[in-house]
T-cell receptor
Framework: DAKTTQPPSMDCAEGRAANLPCNHS???????VYWYRQIHSQGPQYIIH???NNETNEMASLIITEDRKSSTLILPHATLRDTAVYYC????????????FGQGTILTVHP | NAGVTQTPKFRVLKTGQSMTLLCAQD?????MYWYRQDPGMGLRLIHY???????AKGEVPDGYNVSRLKKQNFLLGLESAAPSQTSVYFC?????????????FGDGTRLSIL
């Protein structure tokens, strides 16, 4: 499985952009990069995913480098409710859609 | 906008008791999954189903059974609960196994075995 590396924790001021990095240097050409987050006591929440192009939805933007070895999740205007553990996952191609969560980044948004 | 619903949300059992956790999804998804989450261990896949009437083992299936009698429901059973099964259990579903299809999770069942 392609391994991901994320910083264990990050801080962000409310209203500012939060940029969460992820390294996945062993990613294969057909493997997607997924981002989920888990707010305390809740289930993992899907945020966004991409293959090679940058992606944007109502929650966030995903920037994937041209060599696909790293990516950045951007929350454009962080709020206190964005405080959570953020997981970067490389989705391995399997017969059942394997999804493997690592340790993630604890993002704390401060007032 | 229900998505994936898990019941119950909390439960305390005594060792040796049995119980069933229910997962229901209203998105017409084919694939459903049961995970457990323990401190420092991340999420581990217990069992999964690729469609109505099918089940398969994941990474940590021992001590659990599952059934998928209806497309929208996926049941996780503990026949004889053990303290090692104290955990938070999450159900997820996806449209297919395609890597381009995200899994959507419920809010979990917190289970304590005394």
């Amino acid at each position: 499985d392609a391994k991901t590396t994320q910083p264990p924790s990050m801080d962000c001021a409310e209203g500012r952009a939060a940029n969460l990095p992820c390294n996945h240097s062993t990613i294969s050409g057909n493997e997607y990069v997924y981002w989920y987050r888990q707010i305390h006591s809740q289930g993992p929440q899907y945020i966004i995913h991409g293959l090679k192009n940058n992606e944007t939805n109502e929650m966030a933007s995903l920037i994937i480098t041209e060599d696909r070895k790293s990516s950045t999740l951007i929350l454009p205007h962080a709020t206190l409710r964005d405080t959570a553990v953020y997981y970067c996952i490389v989705r391995v191609v399997t017969s059942y859609g394997k999804l493997t969560f690592g340790q993630g980044t604890i993002l704390t948004v401060h007032p | 906008n229900a998505g994936v619903t898990q019941t119950p949300k909390f439960r305390v059992l005594k060792t040796g008791q049995s119980m069933t956790l229910l997962c229901a999804q209203d998105m017409n998804h084919e694939y459903m999954y049961w995970y457990r989450q323990d401190p420092g261990m991340g999420l581990r896949l217990i069992h999964y189903s690729v469609g109505e009437g099918t089940t398969a083992k994941g990474e940590v299936p021992d001590g659990y059974n599952v059934s998928r009698l209806k497309k929208q429901n996926f049941l996780l059973g503990l026949e004889s609960a053990a303290p090692s099964q104290t955990s938070v259990y999450f159900c997820a579903s996806s449209y297919s196994q395609d890597s381009n299809q995200p899994q959507h999770f419920g809010d979990g069942t917190r289970l304590s075995i005394l």
